[in-house]
């Protein structure tokens, strides 16, 4: 597992941090986020965290993901999704306990991320 092999919560941790260092430093990537992303990473280093091996945590303080909903009312399209992909590739590359599993991490983001296109 994953989550086991980097470390588990602290390297998600981690992990988020510089994906969300990406975020910041992308306007309209930015936007699309609320003034205080302390919560958002908090709820993705969880999400992650369990997606990848860990502990249930996520589901017992939040539900189900349902993804495409929680998601539903940010316009998202493929330059979105391509920048949320290159930023995730990003963190995960400056994120050396992740570098290694980049292989099997990246098609999951693909895909999650294409599923949460919404508009064109």
């Not at 470390?7 to 430093?25: D, K």
């Not at 908090?42 to 502990?55: C, E, K, S, T, V």
């Not at 993804?67 to 920048?83: E, G, K, N, W």
Request: glycine share 6%; hydrophobic share 45%; net charge neutral.
């Amino acid at each position: 597992m994953i989550a086991e092999a980097v470390g588990g919560a602290p390297a998600f941790e981690l992990l988020v941090e510089a994906f969300y260092q990406g975020v910041e430093s992308d306007p309209p990537l930015r936007a699309l986020y609320p003034a205080d992303l302390g919560p958002g990473k908090r709820h993705l280093a969880l999400f992650l965290l369990q997606r990848f091996g860990g502990p249930s945590t996520y589901d017992s303080l939040r539900g189900h993901p349902r993804l495409r909903m929680r998601h539903m009312p940010f316009a998202i399209d493929t330059v979105m999704r391509d920048a949320w992909v290159r930023h995730m590739q990003n963190a995960i590359r400056l994120t050396p306990a992740f570098a290694p599993h980049e292989s099997r991490l990246m098609p999951y983001f693909e895909e999650a991320a294409t599923f949460l296109v919404n508009t064109d």
